[in-house]
């Protein structure tokens, strides 16, 4: 995957911005318990008319989009509680839909109320709202509005970042945040490097922490760490390759040390960062060379085949799955396809660097993350998937399971998967008459 920023520039945004229309504008009187009652009523688009009857396209979007506008001015309200509330509904909504003109028109506006409720909120308003800002930079793409939208919330993230006094909730959100605007908004080389330091500054704690197991801060502040490091490997996937080498030098051998952490989603993503590093080490030198590289692969063996009794079941399972590739990637430069698929497309993951950037996407938009491969223009630059396609809602139709259809198709997998389940479970009691 390119390392080179993809850019939009002056181009059209795509086909599937919502047309603005001419809304009567939202009183007071209409910021109600109703409007509040939308928050989280968006849903994948694609399920809204399936299999029931034809509804007009234009009043829905009129709906929405002052459904929308009430959340917006919602964002300004006195209840902290109907702030949050309005900024999880906006989440949803943008989530779920392509809303490029109905934003385009209010990023001002939409930015001002981040910008207050970081500033001022409290932990789940924070979040709420750095969650927010995330979207409004996937919806705009990698233009000159949501570079402006990153240099006006920048500050106040870095701020809030490094503020001990901060709860760490709040410093995570504006970690994220802070890594997945910079790598779509920012065009300043020097800008990316001084975020990337900024999240440096926190995830490195843990190389002390982990030397020092006895310190307080290596349990609290574990998740903030994850975020911090997580946020660093994916603007580390768009540095030039001198920058990279710089930082391979700085981290790859301190990287082990983070394997050693109590915290089970710390050990997973620091082996999947070192992946990543070893991915990005050996495009930046064919003839790249471990020093301790036999020490490093006796403990991803360990870690791909952990079963230690004071570990949960479901942790050690995934841990198991992900070192196993981990460990195939350091000693035999490989990496498992994976495919997704979305509509008629599908995407081949078969990088480090590419599954580094689809599952930071993917925290995001959640259960939209389909929706956007197949319509947002970003998306589909960042994974190299071209245009959006164009097609017909006959073609979209003949392409659908009708519901019958797949209704039995579930109930056959269902009915499979019972057997097979069944004979695991006799072939248990058997070994367990045995003894």
Wanted: proline share 3%.
């Amino acid at each position: 995957m390119p390392k080179s920023k993809r850019r939009g520039g002056g181009n059209p945004r795509g086909t599937s911005g919502a047309q603005h229309r001419n809304m009567q504008s939202f009183s007071d009187e209409d910021a109600s318990i109703e409007t509040m009652s939308h928050c989280s009523g968006f849903s994948d688009p694609s399920s809204i008319t399936e299999d029931g009857p034809e509804v007009d396209e234009e009043a829905t979007q009129e709906d929405l989009e002052y459904k929308l506008k009430g959340l917006i001015d919602l964002t300004l309200d006195k209840s902290a509680k109907t702030r949050q509330s309005a900024l999880e509904g906006l989440k949803n909504a943008l989530s779920s839909k392509i809303l490029y003109e109905f934003i385009l028109e209010r990023r001002m506006t939409l930015t001002d109320s981040i910008e207050r409720c970081i500033k001022k909120g409290k932990s789940d308003e924070q979040r709420a709202a750095a969650g927010l800002a995330c979207l409004l930079c996937v919806q705009l793409g990698s233009g000159i509005e949501s570079e402006e939208i990153y240099k006006t919330l920048a500050p106040i993230l870095k701020k809030i970042l490094c503020d001990a006094s901060a709860s760490v909730q709040a410093r995570q959100a504006c970690a994220t945040c802070l890594g997945v605007c910079c790598f779509i908004a920012t065009d300043d080389i020097t800008e990316l490097y001084t975020t990337m330091e900024c999240l440096e500054n926190i995830f490195t704690k843990s190389y002390q922490n982990e030397r020092n197991s006895s310190s307080i801060s290596s349990t609290q502040n574990t998740v903030l760490h994850i975020s911090a490091l997580l946020s660093w490997t994916l603007l580390l996937t768009i540095c030039p390759m001198n920058e990279v080498k710089k930082k391979l030098e700085m981290h790859l051998h301190k990287f082990p040390i983070l394997l050693s952490c109590d915290d089970v989603n710390m050990r997973i993503a620091a082996g999947e960062s070192l992946a990543l590093l070893f991915e990005l080490a050996r495009e930046t030198d064919g003839d790249f060379l471990y020093e301790d590289m036999e020490l490093l692969t006796q403990k991803l063996k360990a870690l791909a085949t952990d079963g230690n009794k004071h570990r949960a079941k479901v942790d050690k399972r995934k841990q198991r799955s992900v070192f196993r590739d981990v460990l195939r990637a350091v000693e035999e430069h490989d990496f498992p396809t994976e495919t997704v698929k979305f509509g008629p497309e599908r995407m081949y993951i078969d990088c480090w660097v590419k599954k580094q950037t689809y599952d930071t996407f993917k925290e995001i938009l959640g259960s939209g993350m389909q929706y956007h491969l197949q319509s947002n223009e970003l998306l589909r630059n960042v994974f190299e998937l071209g245009p959006p396609l164009m097609l017909d809602e006959a073609t979209l139709k003949s392409m659908k399971i009708p519901r019958f259809e797949r209704h039995l198709y579930n109930s056959a997998a269902f009915k499979a998967r019972t057997k097979a389940r069944n004979k695991c479970r006799d072939k248990r009691a058997d070994v367990g008459e045995v003894f």
